[in-house]
């Protein structure tokens, strides 16, 4: 069966500095595609980023970016220039490509300090 | 502006009751799914409906059951509350398609039971 790990239950970053959130998966498919959610203090869940695992290139929204490793299995973001807003649960998600499900990280608690 | 509404945001029960959480979408999508989020262990999937009248199983479905009765509306029902199910619940709907189609998630509803 599927699973995502995100092995930092909580991290915390300066105010414009740079930080990494790792999340490892397995799977023996080929074809998937990888989420990154956002769910900030009583607020709504949201994306953040999403990558096809067929692509090599790897996707970037403004200052989030991912580092997609196929071999590895690993899929971690990266937040540059942090920010106040930034602070929130991160989660890590798993999609096969015939599925509507997705298999969810337990998630990243991200906190910024001013 | 398109959204995922849900009925309540926080709500209190006594063991034994028979709970209804709603969650209505008007971006008509296909896919609905109900969510049980709990520190530490990420979203767990309670039930999906890829269509009206259909439903299926996630990994948590015991002590669960949903109703899909038109396109825009999925209802979770416990149908004796107990004080293991206080949790976070949070809905999503999604399109059929593959691919990156991402989810949209209403606010959550904050459930006790006593």
């Known amino acids: 069966a599927q699973t995502v790990t995100q092995s930092q239950p909580e991290m915390s970053v300066q105010e414009a500095e740079t930080v990494t959130l790792s999340c490892t998966y397995d799977?023996?498919?080929?074809?998937?595609?990888l989420f990154w959610y956002k769910q900030p203090p009583s607020r709504q869940m949201i994306l953040v980023i999403r990558q096809e695992a067929y692509k090599q290139q790897n996707a970037t929204e403004n200052r989030f970016s991912v580092n997609f490793q196929k071999a590895a299995k690993s899929f971690s973001l990266k937040i540059s220039d942090s920010q106040l807003g930034d602070a929130a649960m991160y989660f890590c998600?798993?999609?096969?490509?015939?599925?509507?499900?997705?298999?969810w990280g337990a998630g990243t608690k991200l906190i910024i300090k001013p | 502006d398109v959204k995922v509404t849900q009925s309540s945001r926080y709500l209190v029960k006594r063991t034994g009751e028979k709970v209804f959480l709603e969650c209505v979408q008007d971006m008509d999508h296909e896919n609905m799914f109900w969510y049980r989020q709990d520190p530490g262990l990420g979203l767990r999937l309670i039930y999906f409906?890829?269509?009206?009248?259909?439903?299926e199983k996630g990994d948590i479905p015991e002590g669960y059951s949903v109703s899909r009765e038109k396109k825009e509306r999925f209802s979770l029902i416990l149908e004796s509350a107990s004080t293991n199910q206080t949790s976070m619940y949070l809905c999503?709907?999604?399109?059929?398609?593959?691919?990156?189609?991402?989810?949209?998630f209403g606010p959550g509803t904050r459930l006790t039971v006593l």
């Open positions: 799977t023996s498919e080929s074809d998937y595609y």
């Open positions: 999503a709907s999604s399109f059929h398609t593959s691919g990156l189609t991402r989810h949209l």
């Open positions: 998600a798993y999609r096969e490509d015939s599925n509507y499900q997705l298999i």
């Open positions: 409906s890829y269509d009206v009248k259909m439903k």
